[in-house]
């Protein structure tokens, strides 16, 4: 099929784009390049042995993407384009629902003018909120969203089913993400965050390289097995392959599809820095702080509808996380500055 990646220079556009070349896919990429490199195409070129045809586009551009339609006739997009820091969404609310919903009007409009009605949409498990069911299934009611970025994403599904369900020519694929970590095996592709990261892993990889004196662990008073936070993390590999399984339920037409993407195992936040330390060989040092607003105290999913209705499941485990998300920082120690 012929993809088009919105946000595909981005941390998990970018590992996509490989695993749908390897399904025999055709990507075509755009980005705005607001928050990802041109060198992380240039990298996911290399290891697919081609270049990708690349747009550097906003979706708010109505113009820009409309040239980018009549120039290919795309069998399904895949909707990665998007403002994703939490924290930073509270402090700029107008900025992340500019650009998160209206992008994604503009865009919905867009593909339903040149006749492309199948989208893969990222979401997140940030829209069960404190889920109601641990592990947590789809059935499972969506939550209250303490913060701007999380209501976007809660917001868009139910756009994309009310679009669905208005014109059923359309076929909307949900994925949930729940916590993405990990690299490309190669070293070559990986999370990029930009100042201070806000997310775990990235923040363990720059303490380890040197670039951060300690974690600060936030919150060790939580009711789970040692006091901190537990979540489901995914290797980005795994969440690449995920996307191309989707592709199953935009051929078998299934109208809405819903899914949890993650391993179904949790781990906490002193789990992850022991299996990082474990099967790195580097210290991380850390220091216990108070919690952090927002945070829920445990949070995995039940992955089996994906595994029933896509055939997919997770191959990599946390050991396999840790290997890789460290050989990226320690080969990028500055990310994609070259
Ligand atoms: P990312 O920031 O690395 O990638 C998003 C890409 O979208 C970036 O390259 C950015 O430049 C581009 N972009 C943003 N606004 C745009 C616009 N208006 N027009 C064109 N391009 C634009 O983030 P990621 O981690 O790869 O996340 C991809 C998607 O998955 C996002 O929608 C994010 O909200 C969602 N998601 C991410 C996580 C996570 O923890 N990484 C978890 C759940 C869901
Ligand atoms: C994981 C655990 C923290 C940093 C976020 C978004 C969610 C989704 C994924 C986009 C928690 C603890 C973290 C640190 C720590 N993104 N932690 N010290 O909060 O589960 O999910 O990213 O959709 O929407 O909310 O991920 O990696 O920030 O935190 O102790 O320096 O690590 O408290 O328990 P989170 P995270």
């Known amino acids: 099929m012929k ?3 919105t946000g595909g220079a981005g941390f998990i556009g970018s590992h996509t784009l490989i695993e749908l070349d390897k399904a025999g896919h055709e990507a ?5 390049l607001y928050n990802s490199s041109p060198l992380a195409l240039k990298r996911a070129a290399e290891i697919i042995g081609k270049e990708v045809p690349f747009y550097q586009v906003d979706i708010r551009d109505r113009e820009g993407l409309t040239k980018v339609f009549e120039a290919h006739q795309f069998d ?6 998007g403002l ?3 924290g930073e969404s509270v402090e700029k609310p107008l900025e992340y629902y500019e650009n998160n919903l209206n992008g994604t009007f503009v865009l919905l409009d867009v593909m339903r003018k040149h006749g492309c009605k199948n989208i893969i949409f990222s979401s997140s498990a940030t829209v069960y909120g404190d889920p109601e069911i641990i592990p947590i299934t789809e059935e499972c009611p969506k939550g209250i969203c303490t913060n701007p970025y999380g209501k976007t994403k809660s917001m868009l599904e139910d756009v994309l089913i009310d679009v669905q ?5 359309w076929n909307v694929v949900v994925l949930r993400y729940f916590n993405p970590i990990g690299a490309h095996p190669s070293g070559k592709l990986g999370d990029n965050p930009n100042g201070i990261p806000n997310n775990l892993m990235p923040y363990i990889t720059q303490v380890a390289v040197g670039k951060r004196k300690e974690l600060g662990v936030f919150g060790a008073d939580y009711d789970t097995h040692d006091g901190t936070g537990v979540r489901d993390y995914i290797h980005v590999v795994d969440l690449g392959r995920a996307h191309v399984a989707s592709l199953k339920a935009i051929e078998q037409k299934k109208g809405v599809a819903i899914y949890n993407i993650g391993t179904g195992t949790g781990y906490s936040v002193l789990d992850v820095v022991k299996a990082f330390v474990r099967v790195n060989g580097v210290d991380v040092p850390y220091v216990i702080k ?4 927002g945070d829920v105290a445990v949070n995995y999913c039940n992955p089996a509808k994906a595994k029933m209705e896509l055939g997919w499941e997770a191959q990599y485990g946390i050991e396999d996380m840790c290997r ?4 990226w920082q320690k080969q990028n120690p500055n990310g994609f500055e070259e």
Do not use: G, T
């Open 76 to 81: 399904a997009c895949i909707h990665f384009a």
């Open 290 to 293: 108070p919690r952090r607003s």
């Open 84 to 86: 994703k820091a939490v």
């Open 324 to 327: 890789d998300s460290w050989n």
């Open 28 to 32: 075509v990429v755009l980005d705005n």
């Open 3 to 5: 993809i088009l990646l």
């Open 165 to 169: 369900k208005a014109d059923p020519e």
